[in-house]
């Protein structure tokens, strides 16, 4: 008797991905999202896009720049793809209806930010590969998957989504209202990431304070942190970003207090100083309760670091409300500011705005506050010089001495330094990625500091091989960043 021969049906093993992250942090967790899931399928990782069978671009909408980005970057790969190469669009970018169009032609597929667990059924889709169900019954925020790979400080994104309806924002209309992952299905992913060696987590999400509201927790932000604090003992740093001043903040604050893994570190977006302009931005106009919020973490948290966003340039903002901001950012002198100037985007409600400022004055006011924040910022960090602080290396890279040889420096963050958008510590020296470790501050700029190595540690040769191991471990190049991606107008 003889058989017919039947092909197998094409499959995802060993096919090669690669993931281009643009945006935000919350774009970033995303993406460990899909890497999981495809690696799930059996393909593999690449770290250059012309050695992937797949692409995909985990694409930003947020303004109209990052908007322009994303697009370039699709259009560059597609004039460079290789025969048979998947362009898949994700993200943000997609999500928004209105701008779907503007995608170039000749992108395989589009996958908008709350659908990126489906990936492997996408790509599967696309070469013909039987559907496999996907993480077990989940979905979205719903969906855990393991961070063992993901380095010495990972994101974990707690909520998606946004139930506030700031007048200059479009995140509503991308992501819809918040949903917040369930305490366990967080705590289970860091206690992933800490079993993987990760030392520090940064908590995630469009307004973070409200995490759980949507769960039915009264007080879900600081009950979350207590859990962590409580489940995940080993866990050395905790930090939180983009906490919406609210007085849920005083409560979250009475917490941090408590817990010595909870960072000194508040992150609390004000956008503006001016009460009649906060109302027409549709943002907490009770200035005094930010003061109010602000006193009570300086009393309660030791060393804290304070970090805020503000707009210049909303339209009908006069010169005497932006004077109001100057002196609010100079009486309040924060740790780290981001200011941007505002840019209007269509289908929000400050688009239909009169007033509109012109670009060369909102320019001049937001230099003019990034000049007065620079002063701030430069005076509390020479105040650091001498004192010694908790440090986190994070990477090796390369630096030139002053007879143009090549000397190795490591650089890393502070507690006081939150990931990507506040400076960074550079210390002379190879040391052990992934560490953490107490060192002297020698000298100081308005956003790094630069740092004494400890004693016999330079570039020996055991650390340079354990750091070669970890490196070869690790899945992503080691997240060394430009000096000017630290810059705070960085801040999405
Ligand atoms: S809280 Fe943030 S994400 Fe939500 S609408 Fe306001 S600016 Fe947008």
Redesign the pocket.
Known sequence: MSRTPTASPPSLNDRAFHIVTLGCSKNRVDSDGMDHVLRQRGMAGVQRPEDAEVVIVNTCGFLGAARAESIGVIEDLLQDRREGQLVIAAGCLPALGNHVADLPAGVDHVLTTREWYRIGDVVGGLIGAPDVPEVAGCEGMLTTFSRRDAGPSAYVKIADG?D???A??T??SIKGRQASKRPLHVIQEIVDLVAGGTKEVVLVA??TIRYGADLGMKHGLPQLLEMIAEQVPNLPWLRML?I?PSPLTLRMVDVMAEHSALLPYLDM?IQHADKTLLRAMNRPSDVEMTRRLVEHARTKLSDVAMRTTFIVGYPGETDEQFETLLRFVEEMAFDHVGAFTYSPEAGTKAATLPGEVPPEVAAERRNALMEVQQGISLRKNRALVGQRLEVLIEAVGEAEDTAGGIEPISVGRARRHAPEVDGLVFVPGELLVGELMVLEVEDAGPYDLWMVPPQGRQADRPVAAMNAARAARRRTAPRVRSRAATRPERRG
């Open positions: 946004c506030h309806n700031c200059f924002c995140i509503p469009q307004d983009y919406y977006p």
